[in-house]
């Protein structure tokens, strides 16, 4: 009797029904439909971030290249590549040389005029932006229009 029993119950238990099934799948479909939406905005503002610091970062290294090199706007590079840390440089009338790097990805150019009084434009780009990031001489910072 209790062999039959048993027998009957493991026929019974051959798994998952079809509404569990649907239950979990469905779960998973809500959680996707969240997270991917979610993911891409983190990564677009990481690669806003690092558009942003690369910007700045050039605007420091201009600032060097001027205040050493008597305002001269000659040895600022025109453009850094894209790449995993592209690089550029500048060799200073006291013999120092000052280096600009661009992030993985970022592609900068640079737009310099001698003046009076001297003006440039740093645009920075990447493929997986939505928009460049520009930075001028009096440090404005735009990303699509809006201040960074």
């Known amino acids: 009797m209790l062999k039959e029993i048993l027998k009957r119950q493991q026929k019974n238990e051959a798994g998952f029904t079809l509404i569990e099934l649907l239950i979990v799948v469905a779960i998973i479909a809500i959680l996707a439909a969240i997270a991917i ?12 971030a690092s558009m942003i610091a690369d910007a700045k970062n ?20 025109a453009a850094i590549g894209t790449g995993p840390a592209s690089v550029a ?4 009338a006291d013999g120092t040389t000052v280096t600009f790097v661009s992030s993985k990805g970022n592609d900068i150019a640079i737009a310099a005029v001698q003046g009076p009084p001297i003006t440039y434009t740093i645009t920075v780009n990447n493929a ?16 699509g229009g809006a201040a960074c």
């Open 37 to 48: 939406p979610q993911f891409s905005a983190y990564k677009e503002r990481a690669v806003k």
């Open 58 to 77: 050039t605007a420091t290294q201009i600032a060097v290249v001027l205040d050493s090199d008597n305002d001269s706007v000659a040895n600022i590079p």
């Open 89 to 92: 440089t500048a060799a200073l």
């Open 128 to 143: 997986a932006a939505v928009s460049d990031v520009t930075q001028d001489q009096t440090g404005v910072c735009l990303y």
